[in-house]
């Protein structure tokens, strides 16, 4: 059966579809607004098909980038001379088209094979140079060229004269062949993966990201059609993926950070009130249970070193009294999900995952979650989820839950018992931080000392000391 599309038309359909498929992955690529996930950041300009030459003109506000794209059905290596012959035509269109100030780079984006070394090693030494005169002619750096062999100034005079320049042009040629880049062998199917790995990110679902791709080619086809000129914020946004999703990561610990103030402020703890000297710290392991008897400070301990992840980039949750694995779903979906733009319930594993690779690999949990005296019979549920997998520390804190209940239902557990006051952290308390004087110190009794080493009595004690009816011999 003889195809209704001949060689030529299904060469013709296949560079195209290279052409719009390298747009879509520098569209995604090269937009600020895309890297940061914040559109008050900056957005990329797609320019398709511009008149002033090129296949796609890429415009930020620091940049301009300029490709030509040319697809091969056949594994021919491009020559210099039909670069210098029919590529570079295109691209000095766009250059003097564009203001000679503005930084911009230009690219030779092909399917097929590169030209040979020595014209690699041109474009390399015309970095080098400030002039076209200052080129070498050097005849070990020849390169083949309109079946003769050039040196790098003459090969520069060469391609002045195809392109008919004035010599008052001459220096701005150069400064095209100083920011020129020849891509080479790349595949079509390659970019497509790429393109993906980005989509993920803005999709609400893994199913979602082929049908994605193809509606923002088939957008592009139209566009490309027409010469449009488009931003990467509004090609996404019109294919239903709102930029504001990249945030989920890059914004996840300033979200977290600004739910956690709220539970700080929930707790009433006060940096400057924490009299602890050095409160034990979390070990690095993927659960941990923060046990002592009620009134020692479990809480305030909690607050603290959920406020010193913080401090260090990472993310922490508190979730008091939690009944079901249900509650975390949903405080995920609240603190990360919904707020990125995301219109549909996720599953923990789904947001931990996104969120995961926005943090450096050198932390071994990102995010730590901390569990204010859950119900036990909620354990056995949250144990099911492999925590650690997606960088996430669980931290218990309980005065009715054991070790052995935790390790049972997780395996492994770490405890770490909310200490009682020293001495001099009651002093402080209650005389640097409190209503005492230092005769009113020292004139307690030792067994009333060693009382006030409960952090809550401690507390009760400086609260009753500053009501005005306090009488220090009865109370």
């Given at each position: 059966m003889?195809?209704?599309i001949?060689?030529?038309g299904?060469a013709?359909l296949?560079?195209?579809?290279?052409?719009i498929t390298?747009?879509?992955?520098?569209?995604l690529d090269?937009?600020?607004?895309?890297r940061?996930g914040?559109i008050?950041?900056?957005d990329?300009?797609l320019i398709?098909?511009p008149l002033?030459g090129g296949?796609l003109?890429?415009?930020t506000?620091?940049?301009a980038?300029?490709e030509?794209h040319k697809?091969?059905?056949?594994?021919?290596r491009w020559?210099?001379t039909?670069?210098?012959?029919?590529?570079?035509?295109?691209?000095w269109?766009?250059?003097?088209?564009?203001?000679?100030?503005?930084?911009?780079?230009?690219r030779?984006?092909?399917n097929?094979?590169?030209?040979?070394?020595?014209?690699h090693?041109f474009?390399?030494?015309?970095?080098?140079v400030?002039e076209p005169?200052d080129?070498?002619?050097?005849?070990n750096l020849?390169?083949r060229?309109?079946?003769?062999?050039f040196n790098?100034?003459?090969?520069?005079?060469?391609i002045?004269?195809t392109?008919?320049?004035?010599?008052?042009e001459h220096?701005?040629l150069l400064?095209?062949?100083?920011?020129l880049?020849?891509i080479?062998?790349l595949?079509r199917?390659d970019i497509?993966?790429?393109?993906?790995?980005?989509?993920r990110g803005?999709?609400e679902?893994a199913?979602?990201?082929e049908?994605?791709?193809h509606?923002?080619i088939?957008r592009?086809?139209q566009l490309s059609?027409?010469?449009?000129t488009?931003s990467t914020v509004?090609?996404?946004?019109e294919?239903?993926?709102p930029?504001?999703?990249?945030?989920?990561?890059?914004?996840a610990?300033a979200?977290c950070?600004?739910?956690l103030?709220?539970?700080l402020g929930?707790?009433?703890?006060d940096?400057?009130?924490?009299?602890?000297?050095?409160?034990p710290l979390?070990p690095?392991t993927?659960?941990v249970?923060?046990?002592?008897?009620?009134?020692?400070g479990?809480?305030?301990l909690?607050a603290?070193?959920a406020d010193?992840l913080r401090?260090?980039?990472?993310?922490?949750i508190?979730?008091?009294?939690?009944?079901?694995v249900?509650e975390?779903?949903?405080a995920?979906?609240?603190?990360?999900?919904?707020?990125?733009?995301f219109?549909?319930?996720?599953?923990?594993?789904?947001?931990?995952s996104?969120?995961?690779?926005a943090?450096?690999?050198?932390?071994?949990?990102?995010?730590t979650?901390?569990?204010d005296?859950?119900?036990?019979?909620?354990?056995?549920?949250?144990?099911?989820q492999d925590?650690?997998?997606?960088?996430?520390r669980?931290?218990v804190?309980?005065?009715?839950?054991?070790?052995g209940?935790i390790e049972a239902?997780?395996?492994?557990?770490a405890?770490?018992?909310?200490?009682?006051f020293?001495?001099e952290?009651?002093?402080s308390?209650?005389?640097?931080?409190?209503p005492?004087?230092?005769?009113?110190w020292r004139s307690?009794?030792?067994?009333?000392?060693?009382l006030?080493r409960?952090p809550?009595?401690?507390?009760?004690?400086?609260e009753t000391?500053l009501?005005?009816t306090?009488?220090?011999?009865t109370?």
């Amino acid at each position: 059966m003889t195809s209704p599309i001949g060689p030529g038309g299904r060469a013709a359909l296949t560079g195209f579809l290279f052409q719009i498929t390298r747009t879509l992955s520098q569209a995604l690529d090269h937009s600020l607004a895309v890297r940061s996930g914040n559109i008050e950041d900056g957005d990329a300009t797609l320019i398709l098909e511009p008149l002033s030459g090129g296949d796609l003109k890429i415009e930020t506000a620091q940049t301009a980038i300029v490709e030509q794209h040319k697809s091969r059905s056949t594994p021919k290596r491009w020559t210099a001379t039909e670069i210098i012959r029919d590529v570079l035509p295109d691209l000095w269109s766009a250059a003097i088209r564009l203001k000679a100030s503005w930084p911009t780079q230009y690219r030779i984006v092909t399917n097929g094979r590169g030209p040979t070394a020595p014209f690699h090693e041109f474009l390399k030494g015309c970095q080098f140079v400030t002039e076209p005169g200052d080129l070498p002619q050097a005849s070990n750096l020849a390169v083949r060229a309109f079946d003769t062999h050039f040196n790098h100034r003459g090969l520069f005079y060469r391609i002045a004269e195809t392109l008919k320049l004035d010599p008052s042009e001459h220096c701005r040629l150069l400064k095209v062949l100083q920011n020129l880049t020849v891509i080479d062998r790349l595949n079509r199917r390659d970019i497509e993966t790429e393109i993906d790995l980005f989509l993920r990110g803005l999709t609400e679902a893994a199913c979602d990201v082929e049908g994605k791709r193809h509606e923002l080619i088939g957008r592009l086809f139209q566009l490309s059609s027409e010469g449009q000129t488009l931003s990467t914020v509004t090609l996404l946004d019109e294919s239903g993926l709102p930029i504001k999703r990249l945030s989920v990561g890059v914004k996840a610990q300033a979200r977290c950070s600004e739910k956690l103030t709220h539970d700080l402020g929930r707790y009433k703890y006060d940096r400057a009130e924490d009299i602890r000297i050095s409160p034990p710290l979390l070990p690095e392991t993927k659960t941990v249970l923060l046990s002592g008897e009620s009134g020692v400070g479990k809480s305030w301990l909690l607050a603290r070193r959920a406020d010193e992840l913080r401090n260090t980039k990472r993310c922490a949750i508190i979730l008091r009294n939690i009944k079901d694995v249900d509650e975390i779903e949903t405080a995920l979906n609240q603190i990360l999900w919904t707020a990125a733009g995301f219109n549909f319930r996720a599953d923990a594993r789904t947001i931990l995952s996104r969120v995961q690779k926005a943090f450096p690999n050198h932390f071994a949990f990102w995010i730590t979650i901390f569990l204010d005296d859950p119900e036990t019979s909620c354990l056995e549920q949250i144990a099911r989820q492999d925590w650690a997998s997606l960088g996430v520390r669980i931290v218990v804190t309980s005065s009715r839950i054991t070790k052995g209940e935790i390790e049972a239902c997780f395996g492994v557990c770490a405890l770490v018992t909310a200490p009682q006051f020293t001495l001099e952290e009651v002093k402080s308390f209650l005389v640097t931080n409190g209503p005492l004087s230092e005769i009113g110190w020292r004139s307690l009794p030792s067994d009333m000392r060693r009382l006030l080493r409960h952090p809550i009595t401690a507390y009760l004690y400086r609260e009753t000391t500053l009501r005005d009816t306090f009488e220090p011999r009865t109370e």
